[in-house]
């Protein structure tokens, strides 16, 4: 079958390589989209500690059932239409037991440990058939719709967690997919106003889709000051950074008004996650510091729920479409930082 090989940072492309193996209890779906998520950006320029190259990547996956192994006990079917998001739960760990399963102690991912997405066939094994985020979806939901639930369920997370809702002012420290999706999920859960930050004008022009109130770039305007301003001096209820870059956290903690939630979405590179954030800032305003990753099922059921409604803009996240065969094209439009979502299409 066709593949997309990862081989050394930088050195990628579509290959023949063998089927994958199904094993007794797992599935084998043909993969009919998958995105590229920022992760895998990382992972094309520079490796991953989690994966071993050379490597399939791609994890955010929708796929049809085309084969069922000959013990396989799971409940969909020949023929049927899932969402796969990469989170297998150990299913044993206390916090699993306690259905807190964001924080599983164990938990692996498909295009880590097992082959990805970007590929025209993956087999599904039966770890993630036990303790995966799979769903069913109806069958004309576009496939780069379903492929894209798996950001969405983290950040589905990151807003409960902060319970971002009616009334509130949000600020979203970087423009990438993420901080669109996040712009998006407030005005959906009913925030009052909406604020995106950048320091690339280009991005910021792709976050208006998502009607935020404003856009602030933050390489020609001080992000604390417009704020202020933007707030009469009060600040934001929440802070969400979304992007790799240091400074956001320490300025998320400036911009909050008291008593405010500032989530950490985004993870710094390493040797840098320890920003010089003013603690007195977060003691005496009463701040909440909030870490998250990863998401549970039910939010990866939510996000599903969420793009075969109409009350999510999805279609303006997915930007680029290619077959899976111009791989190397749609990886460097986003390399190049001038995409959302780019999906890729194995059948076409
Ligand atoms: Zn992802
Ligand atoms: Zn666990």
Redesign the pocket.
């Known amino acids: 079958m066709k593949a997309v090989v990862v081989h050394a940072p930088m050195n990628f492309g579509v290959e023949d390589v063998p089927e994958p193996q199904m094993q007794p209890a797992g599935m084998l779906l043909k993969v009919d989209a998958c995105a590229l998520c920022g992760s895998d950006l990382r992972t094309l320029r520079s490796g991953h500690r989690k994966v071993t190259l050379p490597w399939i990547i791609g994890h955010e996956i929708a796929g049809t059932v085309v084969e069922l192994g000959a013990d396989y006990a799971g409940p969909w079917g020949v023929g049927e239409r899932l969402a796969v998001a990469p989170v297998v739960?150990?299913?044993?760990?206390d916090?699993?037991q306690d259905g807190r399963y964001a924080l599983?102690?164990?938990?692996k991912e498909i295009a880590q440990i097992w082959p990805g997405g970007f590929a025209e066939t993956i087999a599904i094994p039966p770890e993630a058939v036990q303790h995966g985020t799979i769903r069913a979806v109806p069958r004309h939901i576009d496939p780069a719709f379903v492929a894209v639930t798996e950001p969405i369920s983290s950040c589905i997370h990151a807003q409960e967690k902060g319970q971002v809702g009616l009334g509130d002012t949000v600020v979203i420290i970087g423009a990438g997919p993420v901080g669109c999706i996040h712009t998006a999920l407030a005005r959906t859960k009913g925030a009052d106003k909406i604020y995106i930050a950048d320091i690339v004008d280009e991005r910021l022009e792709m976050a208006e889709a998502f009607a935020p109130d404003a856009t602030i770039n933050v390489a020609k305007t001080d992000l604390v000051a417009e704020v202020r301003r933007l707030t009469q001096g009060k600040g934001a209820d929440v802070v969400i950074t979304a992007t790799p870059a240091p400074i956001a956290q320490v300025q998320a903690v400036e911009i909050a008004r008291k008593g405010g939630r500032i989530l950490l979405f985004g993870g710094l590179p390493a040797g840098k996650s320890k920003p010089g954030i003013d603690t007195n800032i977060i003691h005496y305003n009463g701040l909440h510091l909030i870490g998250t990753t990863i998401f549970a099922p039910r939010h990866h059921r939510l996000a599903v729920k969420l793009v075969t409604s109409a009350q999510f803009p999805v279609d303006k996240l997915i930007t680029h479409r290619f077959p899976l065969s111009d791989f190397v094209k749609g990886a460097t439009v986003a390399l190049e930082g001038k995409a959302l979502k780019v999906v890729f299409f194995p059948g076409s």
Do not use: L, S
């Not at 599983?104 to 938990?107: D, G, I, K, T």
């Open positions: 739960y150990c299913g044993v760990c916090f699993c599983c102690e164990n938990y």
